[in-house]
């Protein structure tokens, strides 16, 4: 459904939110509705409708024209509500249980209204708070074995494929994620945003040429590698998960780019989880890494068997080839979010909550190593233990 008016932008209200919500026959017109706005994001508002007498809620959200957490002097095109919308749906005719239903979208208001999962919790904060996903790696493998094989050339007619990354081209935030992953981090650059403690670290980094020239390589593939319908922003802070389910949200930097940047992203979030934990505890995120791949790689290889529409599906050593370019680009990829989330402009709560001043500045450290070898050493690794062993040798 789309809405007919108002048909110019205008940054939404809670009480414009209601409106809206009753206009579109969310609710009846009598309907006593709150409104709050729970947006904790870096760039949109986020407003949940409740109805009290029944419980129903729904969320709209809407883009502000510039980033929220920089201010107006950062403008930020709208159309990422409509990618997001239309990455939603997209992603939601694969894997209709693993993302929210989008009820209606306007693209003159940049909002997207769609279903509540207020009964979930954005998985890095459980993460955090020690919580238990029992289902998170299972659904997160199978989400993306899914939504990047039927929307790459393994899965669709190739005239298809180029309509569709066409129409999810996405240059604004693409160059966010070109600028912020994988350039500023790696250079002295003014939006960088770290500790004292990590100047010298910080400083490494900008002279290590060989780094670099790895970094130089896996933005390349980024910049060039249109493969996949991605979701483009696979952190755990894109992701709600409850004790039996989990829903991917957020996909507003959704583009076509290669298959192992999703799986990268939120392997990187959960190796966050590796560094702050111990014994037990890290364990448990550990199997959730192994998890992650060993489920989208068997899906992947399901689809393939099944559903490829590749003339060279059953060539000897192909589909062997491409899941190990995946998991090598994506252990590349992991590590440059780990470091860009340690001394780059946007940071992450797994590290910037730790109080004690010196556990904090030794995990940061930790994942700068951590980042630095997965890049370098992400060719050479050939099974998802491998990561595991280089997490393991980063420990400080
Ligand atoms: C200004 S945007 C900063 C970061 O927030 C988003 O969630 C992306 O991860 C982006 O890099
Ligand atoms: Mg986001």
């Known amino acids: 459904m789309t809405l007919t008016a108002p048909t110019t932008y205008k940054a939404l209200t809670e009480e414009a939110a209601i409106e809206l919500a009753k206009a579109i026959q969310a609710f009846d017109h009598t309907a006593h509705l709150t409104c709050r706005e729970i947006g904790d994001g870096n760039l949109n508002y986020v407003f949940q409708i409740e109805e009290e007498a029944t419980g129903k809620r729904l969320i709209i959200k809407q883009a502000l024209p510039y980033a929220k957490v920089i201010g107006e002097s950062w403008p930020l095109t709208l159309k990422r509500a409509t990618i997001e919308a239309n990455v939603l749906k997209k992603h939601g005719e694969f894997v209709p249980s ?18 509540d999962l207020s009964h979930l919790e954005i998985a890095r904060e459980g993460l955090i708070n020690g919580r238990q996903f029992p289902r998170l790696s299972q659904d997160i493998g199978e989400y993306l074995a899914q939504t990047l094989f039927h929307t790459s050339d393994y899965g669709l007619h190739p005239f298809e494929k180029k309509r569709l ?21 790696f250079f002295d650059v003014d939006t960088n945003d770290y500790e004292p403690q990590l100047q010298a670290a910080a400083e490494a980094i900008w002279n290590d040429r060989k780094l670099q020239l790895e970094v130089a390589k896996l933005k390349k593939s980024f910049l060039t590698e249109a493969e996949a319908l991605l979701h483009g922003d696979l952190h755990t802070g894109s992701i709600f998960a409850g004790p039996a389910e989990t829903k991917v949200i957020d996909p507003e930097f959704g583009f076509y780019g290669p298959i192992g940047f999703d799986v990268g992203l939120f392997l990187a979030n959960l190796i966050f989880q590796t560094i702050t934990r111990e014994g037990e505890d890290r364990q448990e995120i550990v199997a959730h890494i192994e998890k992650t791949w060993e489920v989208f790689a068997s899906s992947f290889t399901e689809l393939w068997q099944t559903q490829s529409v590749e003339s060279f599906k059953e060539t000897e050593g192909y589909l062997e080839y491409v899941l190990g370019k995946v998991l090598a680009d994506a252990v590349g990829f992991a590590g440059c979010e780990l470091i860009r989330r340690t001394i780059g402009l946007a940071h992450v709560k797994d590290l910037d909550s730790i109080e004690d001043n010196d556990k904090r500045i030794s995990f940061k450290k930790q994942a700068l190593q951590t980042g630095r070898e997965l890049i370098l050493k992400r060719e050479q690794t050939a099974s998802i233990k491998d990561l595991v062993e280089i997490l393991k040798e980063a420990r400080i």
């Open 165 to 185: 990354a066409a129409e999810f081209s996405n240059p604004e935030l693409c160059k966010i994620t070109e600028d912020l992953i994988f350039t500023d981090p």
């Open 98 to 115: 693993l993302v929210p239903a989008v009820h209606a979208t306007d693209e003159a208001l940049a909002i997207t209204v769609m279903e």
